[in-house]
């Protein structure tokens, strides 16, 4: 009878020994599933920061001052309601929700960072929402007029954005909900300042018939190929100033093929200059002009620039009326050209403003060396030239671009060779290339192009070699040290790590049982006496004789 007694304890006592290691086996695994369920759902992908920069040398501080970001993510509330909460959020908006009045609740909600969508494909040119571009324009202002303590990241989106981005949405409409939520991370360390950076440019020459150079007049065609906008890791810049770069190479490649052949030389020079800094107030021409022999200078009988041409119209910046019979007949040609060919075209004239140390058009760098200049662009006004080029000037009717072209070659063709039309020289295998076009329209539509951020490796700086020196002779690639008053910050371009985390409901859930786990086994220690004396009086009622005689009974 003792025997099968102690029996019953021991089994007893088995089963609750399996029960509690079963059920410790049961937590750990949940808590190692937790653990691997959001290393699993892990998403990754580019971001680009809204621009950090100091003005007057670290005296003015601008944009978003901070690049690092840790924090749940949630939907914006578009209708201003709901986007208050006791932890700063990093909130997502899509840019065609995006309104006035709702940029200014976002900015004003202070979120630990936002995270703006643009669509994979964008519209047509002139096909953008004017509501869209006018915000897009206040949140420019807003960027480089102010300092903000959060960052704002744009990202193009992709089919994994786009689920969780409607996965926020749901959750902004039903707060309780067991669906999964994210993390926004960007782990970088904080932006510092940019290393000294240097600008580079890249010129190319075109000798007359039968002239000395020293002697001969010169035609100079100018265009900078670098971009600058508060995106500065995203801007493309396709038309400012994808479109005046690739309009130089073309005219390089056209004239290059007619002077190769000594009964097509033209009877002046032809000068092209590739350069960097545009956005930086031109300066790389303006250290092109620096540093170039004087009698080289001296034999440039005009310089026309070029800068945002693939638009419908164009006009023809000049800084002064001429007083040269000459020049008066060049521009003349400008004119009746354009008539010719259906081109809305108009002389837009403007005076230096030598009180502004901002230039307003590139010509005015050479004006300031006495060099009659003009800048041929399809933008009636100038703008701040650091938001000259829009994060949403991402592609361009390739097809008006090749007519602008081929107006440029058109007028140029005329002043050199001293004739009427000559759209004869540009037909058939020597007229317009337009997969060579299309080639550099789409690397430019690829290709950030903001010089600071600019590596003297980078692979433009090389193709812009390689396709001078096809066309050109004495090609040269000069670089000179940035020295400006303006200072920008590094993480311009990042990656952005999207973890998911289970909602409070989920928790409340997992905790419940293991809060009534934790408290049974505080209960059990803590009245061990009371649970001996049960489990007595149950063995005896389940049939035993009598309970257990303790050791010092027996």
Not at 70 to 79: E, P, Q, T
Not at 342 to 369: D, L, T
């Amino acid at each position: 009878s003792t025997q099968s007694t102690w029996e019953g304890i021991f089994s007893v006592g088995r089963r609750r020994n399996m029960f509690c290691l079963h059920f410790n086996i049961w937590i750990v695994l949940s808590v190692v599933a937790l653990i691997l369920d959001a290393v699993g759902a892990i998403h990754v992908f580019d971001v680009y920061r809204c621009i950090q920069f100091d003005m007057d040398k670290g005296a003015t501080q601008l944009g978003c001052r901070k690049s690092y970001l840790n924090a749940a993510a949630s939907a914006f509330n578009v209708l201003g309601s709901n986007n208050t909460s006791p932890a700063k959020q990093a909130f997502v908006v899509r840019l065609e929700e995006l309104t006035n009045a709702t940029l200014d609740s976002l900015l004003s909600s202070a979120p630990a960072g936002v995270l703006l969508l643009l669509p994979a494909t964008f519209p047509p040119p002139g096909q953008l929402a004017h509501a869209t571009l006018a915000t897009m324009k206040r949140l420019e202002a807003r960027v480089m007029g102010e300092a903000l303590d959060f960052p704002i990241y744009f990202a193009v989106e992709d089919l994994k954005l786009g689920e969780i981005f409607q996965s926020l949405k749901h959750r902004l409409l039903s707060p309780i909900s067991s669906a999964d939520d994210f993390s926004f991370i960007v782990s970088e360390r904080e932006a510092q300042p940019v290393p000294k950076e240097k600008v580079t440019s890249f010129q190319g020459h075109l000798s007359g018939h039968g002239q000395d150079d020293s002697e001969a007049s010169t035609i100079a065609i100018v265009s900078h190929y670098d971009t600058f906008g508060f995106v500065p890791g995203f801007v493309k810049g396709t038309n400012t100033n994808g479109a005046g770069a690739t309009a130089l190479l073309e005219l390089a490649r056209l004239f290059g093929k007619l002077y190769r052949n000594p009964t097509t030389k033209g009877s002046r020079n032809l000068a092209y200059l590739l350069s960097g800094g545009g956005r930086l107030n031109y300066y790389g021409t303006r250290q092109w002009l620096a540093h170039t022999d004087p009698a080289v200078l001296d034999a440039v009988e005009f310089a026309l620039c070029l800068e945002s041409i693939a638009g419908h119209a164009l006009y023809l910046h000049v800084s002064r009326k001429p007083k040269d019979n000459t020049i008066r007949h060049l521009y003349q040609i400008f004119n009746s050209t354009a008539q010719r060919m259906g081109i809305p075209f108009e002389f837009v004239h403007k005076k230096i403003n030598v009180s502004h140390s901002e230039m307003a058009w590139e010509h005015e760098a050479f004006a300031y060396k006495k060099i009659i200049a003009a800048t041929l662009s399809d933008h009636p006004l100038a703008t701040h030239q650091l938001t000259r080029s829009s994060v949403l000037d991402v592609s361009i009717h390739q097809p008006t671009l090749e007519r602008n072209i081929a107006f440029i070659a058109e007028v140029l063709a005329q002043y050199v060779y001293g004739g009427k039309s000559q759209e004869g020289l540009f037909k058939g295998s020597a007229g317009l290339n337009r997969r060579h076009i299309q080639s550099w329209v789409n690397f430019f539509a690829t290709t950030p192009r903001a010089t600071p951020y600019l590596p003297s490796n980078a692979p433009l700086f090389t193709a812009f070699t390689k396709t001078m020196q096809r066309h050109l002779t004495r090609v040269t690639r000069e670089e000179r040290e940035l020295v400006t008053d303006y200072t920008f910050y590094t993480n311009a371009h990042s990656q952005m790590h999207v973890y998911t985390t289970k909602p409070v409901l989920f928790d409340v859930a997992l905790m419940l049982p293991i809060l009534a786990y934790l408290l049974a086994i505080n209960y059990y220690f803590q009245k061990w006496k009371q649970v001996k004396l049960f489990q007595a009086l149950l063995l005896v009622k389940l049939g035993f004789k009598q309970a257990p005689l303790s050791n010092k009974r027996r």
